[in-house]
């Protein structure tokens, strides 16, 4: 199986315009997420979805939206980029809380 | 809210020594920590976990503690190899958030042959 996966893997994309990165699984895990990684700050929560239908803000919501359509995907919205949004993007899955979280391989984005 | 504090930010050891990495949480509430390890062009990867119901895990060369009183926790690994040189980040869960995580600004680990 395929696991989690992202796309695109990377993009280079000019302030002010908008983006979808998109994510999919294919272990029917409940629960999906997004993060950014930034260097020196670790990974910090965007966004977080603990099954269909329904999704919660993490630590740094602002800027982004998500849906959860269904239990495979999990794409993530940026409206208006701006530069600060700069960054390694995440997505993972997991089963249930308190259980493994699997990332995805990440998509590299570059606000100019 | 929740706060994960992770020390050494870098660490460098010889092949055959052991590597301790140590994090302090904020939330007496946090009851799940996980610990990743994320190689170079990688998204991380959970290598082991601990629940608040246990003080110590232990999984070939890895090992992790979790002192509830002192709100910390600790990742050992032994007889480190090459392979081991990664980026490791731990994590807690924060109270009230459903299991969602917090993580640790991570540790480059080194490890020379």
């Known amino acids: 199986t395929a696991g989690i996966t992202q796309a695109p893997t990377s993009q280079i994309l000019a302030a002010g315009r908008s983006m979808t990165l998109r994510c999919t699984q294919d272990?029917?895990?409940?629960?999906m997420y997004w993060y950014r990684q930034d260097l020196g700050l670790g990974l910090r929560l965007i966004h977080y979805?603990?099954?269909?239908?329904?999704?919660g803000k993490g630590e740094v919501p602002d800027g982004y939206s998500v849906s959860r359509a269904n239990t495979d995907d999990f794409p993530l919205t940026l409206a208006s980029a701006v530069p600060s949004q700069t960054s390694v993007y995440f997505c993972?899955?997991?089963?249930?809380?308190?259980?493994?979280?699997?990332f995805g391989p990440g998509t590299r984005l570059t606000v100019l | 809210g929740e706060n994960v504090e992770q020390h050494p930010s870098t660490l460098s050891v010889q092949e055959g020594d052991s590597a301790v990495i140590k994090c302090t949480y904020s939330?007496?509430?946090?009851?799940?920590f996980p610990w990743y390890k994320q190689e170079l062009g990688k998204g991380p990867q959970l290598i082991i976990d601990i629940r608040s119901n246990v003080g110590e895990k232990k999984d070939q060369r890895i090992a992790v503690t979790l002192n509830k009183t002192a709100k910390h926790f600790s990742l050992h690994i032994t007889e480190t190899q090459p392979e081991d040189s990664a980026v490791y980040f731990c994590a807690a869960t924060y109270g009230g958030s459903q299991g969602n995580l917090i993580f640790g600004k991570g540790t480059k680990l080194s490890v020379k042959p």
């Open positions: 272990m029917r895990h409940n629960a």
């Open positions: 993972a899955s997991s089963a249930g809380n308190y259980n493994e979280q699997f």
């Open positions: 939330d007496s509430a946090s009851n799940y």
């Open positions: 979805s603990n099954t269909a239908g329904t999704t």
